[in-house]
């Protein structure tokens, strides 16, 4: 899966909120959530 800065924006579009959040934290990690 994609758990990169700038690809995370791509790959959270069903959930962009959820996904932009984590990268700004730094985590780069997809949430479970998703």
């Known amino acids: ?3 990169e800065k700038g690809s995370v924006r791509y790959y ?3 959930g ?3 996904l932009i959040r ?3 934290h730094g ?3 997809v949430p ?3």
């Open 22 to 24: 984590i990268d700004y």
């Open 32 to 34: 479970k959530g998703t």
């Open 12 to 14: 959270g579009k069903p």
């Open 16 to 18: 962009w909120s959820n």
């Open 27 to 29: 985590s780069k990690e």
């Open 1 to 3: 899966m994609i758990k």
